[in-house]
């Protein structure tokens, strides 16, 4: 399949982002929205605690080269769905790695359009598992609910879809380059799409809260699932692509 974006290589490779954290830049996907199938370029994150045992958000597709990786770094023992969109994968990682726990924002068993074990709903404040190593927020809204974290080692906020920073030199085609553009989701302004800000409009008072609370922790950098991360001024990439909420 040709690519839609030119790939952040090397794939399904563990990659450093700061003390005990890794980003895996996974396969693309096509997501269906508004009968269209829009192409995607998808990340995972994972983290390591003190007792090596690792936090995984987001899994991409299980590869072999990828699976020896994660298994050289530590013990998967928590799967993250951080959002009522990003899932698809979590079951095969569950299957892989039978004694991690799977950790789901509310609502997600029932819209899941296939079937995922959650062994505990992700709330408002981080529990007991990773209390100390990570804090987290939950974002609730119309067309997504979103759980978000802050890694404290690394001073790494974790986002989803809250942003989205697709690189326009990366994108081949230029009628999906115009749209992320025109949808505003596109480099150096990436931020949630606009019809995914609206889609908050019953909850901003919630949104903006969680985005307090977000600077308020005051990351050093943040990794996001769609397009180019932020390794400096995350603070200030905050007030920017939050500000049609703050």
């Known amino acids: 399949m040709t690519e839609s974006y030119a790939p952040y290589l ?3 490779r563990l990659k450093p982002f700061g003390p005990d954290i890794w980003i895996v830049d996974g396969p693309e996907i096509e997501f269906g929205y508004l009968g269209m199938k829009l192409p995607f370029p998808t990340r995972m994150t994972v983290v390591r605690f003190p007792d090596r045992t690792l ?4 899994p991409t597709k299980p590869e072999d080269g990828l699976l020896d990786e994660i298994r050289g770094l530590g013990a998967v023992r928590h799967l993250i769905a951080p959002n009522t969109i990003h899932y698809w994968w979590v079951p095969d990682w569950a299957d892989l790695f039978p004694e991690a ?3 789901a924002v ?3 068993e029932k819209s899941a359009k296939r079937q995922v074990r959650v062994d505990h709903v992700l709330g ?5 598992a990773w209390d100390g190593h990570i804090e987290q927020v939950l974002v609730p809204g119309d067309l997504i609910t979103e759980a978000d974290f802050f890694h404290h080692a690394s001073r790494t906020l974790v986002l989803t879809d809250l942003i989205e920073n697709f690189e326009p030199e990366r994108v081949r085609s230029k009628l999906y380059r115009w749209l992320l553009k025109t949808f505003g ?3 150096p302004d990436g931020k949630a799409p606009y019809d995914m800000q609206l889609s908050f409009l019953r909850y901003r008072k919630e949104v903006r809260k969680a985005v307090e609370q977000m600077i308020a922790w005051a990351p050093e950098q943040i990794v996001i699932a769609h397009g180019r991360c932020y390794d400096m001024d995350a603070v200030k990439e905050l007030r920017r692509a939050f500000r049609w909420v703050l």
């Open 124 to 128: 408002e404040t981080a529990p007991d």
């Open 185 to 187: 989701a596109a480099d």
């Open 55 to 58: 936090w995984v958000h987001s």
């Open 106 to 108: 509310p609502g997600l």
């Open 10 to 12: 090397p794939l399904n």
């Open 101 to 103: 726990q799977v950790w």
